[in-house]
């Protein structure tokens, strides 16, 4: 099945520096790829997604990218604001061979400190 | 549109019990899932349901562990009986066609086993 590694585990910044966290999967078969936010207590939220058929999206100051040959994809966030502080949850889908979506298979989060 | 709702939202049990958690998906959305998030880490998927149907219960307890989706909507999920390593939050999700990727998640229902 599909394995999803995220690094790093924690970052911490300075408000306004930007922050980079990396993912790989090991399907090559996935082709949808979510980034989830999560604050503490609260519901995964859809911040960004993309697909194995574009390289890059950007929506206002986060920006994901995917090397599909690599298999990695990243999440960028750019002038990072306190309010921007949780845990991101990269993840990667494929479609099944019933034609329906699959399930997420989710990294391990990764705990973002934007500090004043 | 709403959102989807969860009930309860906190649980506190005892080991050998039984629990129920419910959910109401958006409005429309035919598939619906249900994950278990531990502490520390990211979601992992006990079942999806295409409207009223199993696609997908690979890692779900079953010994302990059910699930329905009567009539293509609600869900509710059951353990009986618990354990200690059951605590966690239940997230259950929902998306708007069988082919959509994008998943919107419910509040979850954090259960305490002691």
């Known amino acids: 099945g599909e394995n999803v590694e995220q690094h790093p585990s924690t970052l911490s910044v300075q408000e306004g520096d930007s922050a980079v966290i990396k993912c790989t999967y090991s399907?090559?078969?996935?082709?949808?790829f979510p980034w989830y936010k999560q604050e503490l207590g609260k519901r995964p939220q859809l911040i960004i997604d993309?697909?194995?058929?574009?390289g890059e999206k950007k929506d206002q100051r986060i920006a994901v990218t995917l090397n599909k040959t690599a298999k990695h994809f990243s999440l960028h966030i750019t002038e990072t604001q306190p309010e921007d502080s949780a845990v991101y949850f990269c993840a990667a889908s494929r479609r099944r061979t019933t034609g329906t979506a699959s399930k997420l298979t989710f990294g391990t989060g990764t705990r973002l400190q934007v500090t004043l | 549109e709403a959102g989807v709702a969860q009930s309860p939202r906190y649980k506190i049990i005892e080991k050998r019990q039984s629990v129920a958690f419910w959910c109401n998906p958006i409005s429309g959305h035919a598939t619906l899932y249900w994950y278990q998030q531990i502490l520390g880490q990211g979601p992992k998927l006990l079942i999806q349901f295409q409207n009223n149907g199993v696609v997908d219960d690979s890692q779900l307890p079953k010994d302990r562990f059910s699930a329905e989706r009567l009539k293509g909507v609600d869900s509710t999920l059951k353990i009986q009986p618990a354990k200690l390593e059951d605590s966690a939050v239940y997230l259950c999700a929902s998306s708007s066609l069988p082919t959509n990727y994008e998943q919107y998640f419910g509040p979850g229902t954090r259960l305490t086993v002691t």
């Open positions: 399907d090559s078969a996935s082709n949808y």
């Open positions: 993309i697909r194995s058929n574009v």
